[in-house]
């Protein structure tokens, strides 16, 4: 109970730190918008062709803005050695990891958000039509970018090349979350039926998302206690 | 008789195969001020960061009034001031010491407080990153006091202050003491260290080759404790 | 003791591995279908256990490490880690190889091969994570828990990736299903006697790289002491 309280102390602090600076969301937020423009240039799709990849093109999108965001994780400590405080202080490992997590999850899937709109508009989708199961897998592929990207950001975050050191480990263990939910959105953005594997993609995206978790929040206290 | 304020049982700390702390062992009572001495690199801070649970021994145990440091019901009654100040520069004083209260379970009123003891309620709602050297340094010492610590652990805290801040510093540090907290500081100032210390430990290549009262002639001859006990720079 | 050690498995291994050599490429038959590429698979499969058992070795001790805090364990998960990247290179390199020959192919996205690649970015991620930490406590706690992380999302990718393939199936016919039935007790014994040649190639490079971390770490320590003393 302790922990979640400690853990919405966090979360708040640094939501109400990016709104102060905006720092990531305008960085990032560009940069999606810029991605989906190059993509069509790249792709210059038809509508039967954004039925088949345009799940795999949008998290595309996602992930390059979810390193960025998860980037500053950590690293928003280092001036002024606040993480020395805020480990010293009664917080838990655990708490300072879950609170991280949860600001990077707000700030990415408030990303996502607008650029969901964007992406229906550029490339001609009605994207709403199952909204509901849409905004429900974008949170859990979400959580899974947002959760591993703050623990490697809290691993990462004393490297030099840290910039680049965290996409090179994050992505090639994010691919079982990366491919499901590229599977699921595939499904639900165009408003296909529904297939039989559907809820095999949604239980290994769970699944991952379960195992990823436990083992984050079981593992903070040992990397941030040096 | 109580559990000590701090109890070190032969704390070692290695990075790598090279021991940065050899085993460390001292008591310290409640109510007590210990000066921790030495030249860069003896592992001043490597110690402090293990009393404040930043890090972990290697091998050893580390005991806050008879509790695991990383206890979080022992860290609410551990003060830290580092060499940097642990403040966020884009939020206000206010805000600042309010996601730090939270995670203490510090009041408003005792925020609202604390942000007149040190002289700041005027500029309370402004980011931090505007204010001057002094200032940012007088609200990292309300910081570290805000949650009444029983243990203080400072690095180094002369180093950067003001003398507005050492006054302000000194006179808080005065004041937890007569409350019955405890002291730890690291420090290169002997002069100011001597002022406040009631015990010095001295620390040469990660060995305490010194844990004693502060006596007369090392308040009187600076060079006195490093000639006789080595160490020196 | 432990040069003692490394010898005798040399003297073992290297005779052994020319032995398999000469039997491999001239006494066994070649396969029916295949012809004679199929010799590849005497290396191409030991090289994967071989690296599986590396992975599997690398978990255990990066655990042990985390429970104990013994360098000695930190040691022998980077060692193995090492050692199994260089075997899954054989076996990823050896599988383009014969991809090459029987499908005309360097690269098809088939499950096994697809995941070998993520398996190998993965662990490839750890040497690289290692390298950009300087103290040797921290490095070996920190890589430690990514090992286990790298674990973890490995075993999930191998679930993962299977389910990919079946919903996409490509022109792709199994290895396996087309080597088990045809493959001769000769042959099969053969792939046992040359996956025992290659782990102890394997024990052996681990060994190796085992003594070269103790003189790093010693050379560290060393140099820290330098440091102290000025």
Same mark, same amino acid.
């Given at each position: 109970?302790?922990?979640?309280?400690?853990?919405?102390?966090?979360?708040?602090?640094?939501?109400?730190?990016?709104?102060?600076?905006?720092?990531?969301?305008?960085?990032?937020?560009?940069?999606?918008?810029?991605?989906?423009?190059?993509?069509?240039?790249?792709?210059?799709?038809?509508?039967?062709?954004?039925?088949?990849?345009?799940?795999?093109?949008?998290?595309?999108?996602?992930?390059?803005?979810?390193?960025?965001?998860?980037?500053?994780?950590?690293?928003?400590? @280092?001036?002024?050695?606040? $993480?020395?405080? =805020?480990? *010293?202080?009664?917080?838990?490992?655990?708490? #300072?990891?879950? &609170?991280? %997590?949860?600001?990077?999850?707000?700030?990415?899937?408030?990303?996502?958000?607008?650029?969901?709109?964007?992406?229906?508009?550029?490339?001609?989708?009605?994207?709403?039509?199952?909204?509901?199961?849409?905004?429900?897998?974008?949170?859990?592929?979400?959580?899974?970018?947002?959760?591993?990207?703050?623990?490697?950001?809290?691993?990462?975050?004393?490297?030099?090349?840290?910039?680049?050191?965290?996409?090179?480990? @994050?992505?090639?263990?994010? $691919?079982?979350? =990366?491919? *499901?939910?590229?599977?699921?959105?595939?499904? #639900?953005?165009? &408003?296909? %039926?529904?297939?039989?594997?559907?809820?095999?993609?949604?239980?290994?995206?769970?699944?991952?998302?379960?195992?990823?978790?436990?083992?984050?929040?079981?593992?903070?206290?040992?990397?941030?206690?040096? | 008789?109580?559990?000590?304020?701090?109890?070190?049982?032969?704390?070692?700390?290695?990075?790598?195969?090279?021991?940065?702390?050899?085993?460390?062992?001292?008591?310290?009572?409640?109510?007590?001020?210990?000066?921790?001495?030495?030249?860069?690199?003896?592992?001043?801070?490597?110690?402090?960061?293990?009393?404040?649970?930043?890090?972990?021994?290697?091998?050893?145990?580390?005991?806050?009034?008879?509790?695991?440091?990383?206890?979080?019901?022992?860290?609410?009654?551990?003060?830290?001031?580092?060499?940097?100040?642990?403040?966020?520069?884009?939020?206000?004083?206010?805000?600042?010491?309010?996601?730090?209260?939270?995670?203490?379970?510090?009041?408003?009123?005792?925020?609202?407080?604390?942000?007149?003891?040190?002289?700041?309620?005027?500029?309370?709602?402004?980011?931090?990153?505007?204010?001057?050297?002094?200032?940012?340094?007088?609200?990292?010492?309300?910081?570290?006091?805000?949650?009444?610590?029983?243990?203080?652990?400072?690095?180094?805290?002369?180093?950067?202050?003001?003398?507005?801040?050492?006054?302000?510093?000194?006179?808080?540090?005065?004041?937890?003491?007569?409350?019955?907290?405890?002291?730890?500081?690291?420090?290169?100032?002997?002069?100011?260290?001597?002022?406040?210390?009631?015990?010095?430990?001295?620390?040469?290549?990660?060995?305490?080759?010194?844990?004693?009262?502060?006596?007369?002639?090392?308040?009187?001859?600076?060079?006195?404790?490093?000639?006789?006990?080595?160490?020196?720079? | 003791?432990?040069?003692?050690?490394?010898?005798?498995?040399?003297?073992?291994?290297?005779?052994?591995?020319?032995?398999?050599?000469?039997?491999?490429?001239?006494?066994?038959?070649?396969?029916?279908?295949?012809?004679?590429?199929?010799?590849?698979?005497?290396?191409?499969?030991?090289?994967?256990?071989?690296?599986?058992?590396?992975?599997?070795?690398?978990?255990?001790?990066?655990?042990?490490?985390?429970?104990?805090?013994?360098?000695?364990?930190?040691?022998?998960?980077?060692?193995?880690?090492?050692?199994?990247?260089?075997?899954?290179?054989?076996?990823?390199?050896?599988?383009?190889?014969?991809?090459?020959?029987?499908?005309?192919?360097?690269?098809?996205?088939?499950?096994?091969?697809?995941?070998?690649?993520?398996?190998?970015?993965?662990?490839?991620?750890?040497?690289?994570?290692?390298?950009?930490?300087?103290?040797?406590?921290?490095?070996?706690?920190?890589?430690?828990?990514?090992?286990?992380?790298?674990?973890?999302?490995?075993?999930?990718?191998?679930?993962?990736?299977?389910?990919?393939?079946?919903?996409?199936?490509?022109?792709?016919?199994?290895?396996?299903?087309?080597?088990?039935?045809?493959?001769?007790?000769?042959?099969?014994?053969?792939?046992?006697?040359?996956?025992?040649?290659?782990?102890?190639?394997?024990?052996?490079?681990?060994?190796?790289?085992?003594?070269?971390?103790?003189?790093?770490?010693?050379?560290?320590?060393?140099?820290?002491?330098?440091?102290?003393?000025?």
């Amino acid at each position: 109970m302790t922990t979640l309280r400690h853990a919405a102390t966090i979360a708040a602090k640094d939501l109400r730190s990016e709104f102060r600076t905006k720092e990531s969301i305008n960085s990032t937020l560009s940069f999606s918008v810029v991605i989906l423009l190059l993509f069509s240039f790249a792709f210059d799709p038809s509508p039967d062709m954004i039925a088949e990849f345009g799940g795999g093109l949008l998290w595309m999108v996602f992930a390059f803005a979810g390193a960025l965001i998860v980037n500053r994780s950590f690293a928003r400590e @280092l001036p002024n050695d606040c $993480i020395d405080v =805020l480990v *010293s202080s009664p917080a838990s490992g655990a708490a #300072l990891f879950l &609170g991280k %997590a949860v600001a990077a999850f707000v700030l990415l899937f408030g990303i996502e958000c607008v650029c969901l709109p964007v992406f229906g508009v550029f490339y001609n989708i009605t994207w709403w039509r199952s909204i509901g199961g849409l905004l429900g897998v974008l949170a859990l592929g979400t959580w899974a970018l947002a959760c591993a990207g703050t623990f490697f950001s809290a691993l990462t975050v004393n490297l030099r090349l840290r910039e680049l050191m965290l996409p090179m480990l @994050l992505y090639p263990m994010l $691919i079982p979350a =990366l491919l *499901s939910v590229m599977m699921l959105t595939n499904t #639900l953005l165009t &408003g296909q %039926a529904i297939p039989d594997d559907f809820t095999v993609w949604l239980r290994l995206l769970i699944g991952f998302n379960v195992m990823f978790t436990t083992l984050s929040v079981y593992l903070a206290e040992t990397v941030l206690v040096r | 008789m109580s559990a000590p304020a701090v109890a070190a049982a032969g704390v070692w700390k290695y990075f790598g195969d090279y021991p940065a702390l050899r085993d460390v062992r001292f008591e310290l009572q409640p109510g007590e001020c210990l000066a921790l001495l030495g030249r860069n690199g003896a592992g001043k801070t490597t110690l402090l960061r293990i009393l404040g649970g930043l890090s972990g021994a290697s091998k050893g145990a580390v005991e806050i009034n008879g509790g695991d440091v990383r206890a979080s019901e022992t860290r609410a009654k551990i003060g830290w001031l580092g060499h940097s100040i642990g403040l966020y520069d884009e939020l206000s004083a206010r805000e600042n010491l309010r996601t730090f209260g939270a995670l203490y379970g510090v009041t408003t009123a005792m925020i609202t407080e604390w942000l007149a003891k040190v002289n700041l309620s005027h500029v309370a709602d402004s980011p931090v990153r505007e204010y001057s050297r002094g200032m940012r340094q007088r609200l990292a010492v309300a910081r570290s006091f805000l949650h009444e610590p029983k243990l203080l652990l400072l690095d180094e805290p002369f180093t950067s202050l003001d003398d507005k801040a050492i006054a302000l510093l000194q006179g808080l540090l005065a004041e937890a003491r007569a409350g019955g907290a405890t002291i730890i500081l690291s420090t290169h100032q002997i002069r100011e260290a001597m002022e406040l210390a009631s015990k010095v430990a001295l620390l040469d290549r990660g060995k305490l080759v010194h844990f004693g009262e502060r006596t007369r002639e090392m308040v009187e001859d600076p060079g006195y404790l490093y000639r006789t006990y080595g160490g020196a720079a | 003791m432990r040069r003692k050690i490394i010898l005798a498995l040399g003297v073992v291994a290297l005779p052994l591995l020319l032995r398999n050599l000469y039997v491999i490429m001239f006494l066994v038959p070649d396969e029916m279908e295949q012809g004679p590429i199929y010799r590849i698979f005497y290396y191409h499969l030991p090289a994967f256990f071989t690296a599986a058992l590396c992975y599997l070795t690398a978990l255990v001790a990066s655990v042990l490490y985390l429970a104990k805090k013994d360098q000695k364990y930190d040691a022998i998960a980077v060692s193995a880690t090492e050692t199994g990247l260089a075997f899954a290179a054989v076996n990823l390199i050896t599988g383009m190889i014969w991809g090459r020959i029987s499908w005309g192919i360097w690269w098809a996205w088939d499950p096994r091969l697809t995941w070998a690649l993520i398996c190998w970015l993965v662990y490839f991620g750890y040497l690289m994570l290692r390298s950009a930490i300087d103290d040797p406590t921290e490095r070996a706690k920190n890589s430690a828990v990514l090992s286990i992380f790298a674990s973890a999302s490995v075993a999930v990718t191998w679930k993962a990736i299977e389910w990919w393939r079946t919903q996409h199936p490509g022109p792709v016919l199994s290895i396996r299903t087309g080597g088990v039935q045809k493959i001769d007790p000769a042959m099969e014994q053969m792939l046992y006697v040359n996956t025992v040649a290659l782990l102890l190639l394997g024990l052996i490079f681990v060994l190796v790289r085992l003594r070269q971390e103790e003189v790093q770490r010693e050379i560290d320590a060393l140099r820290r002491y330098a440091h102290a003393m000025n």
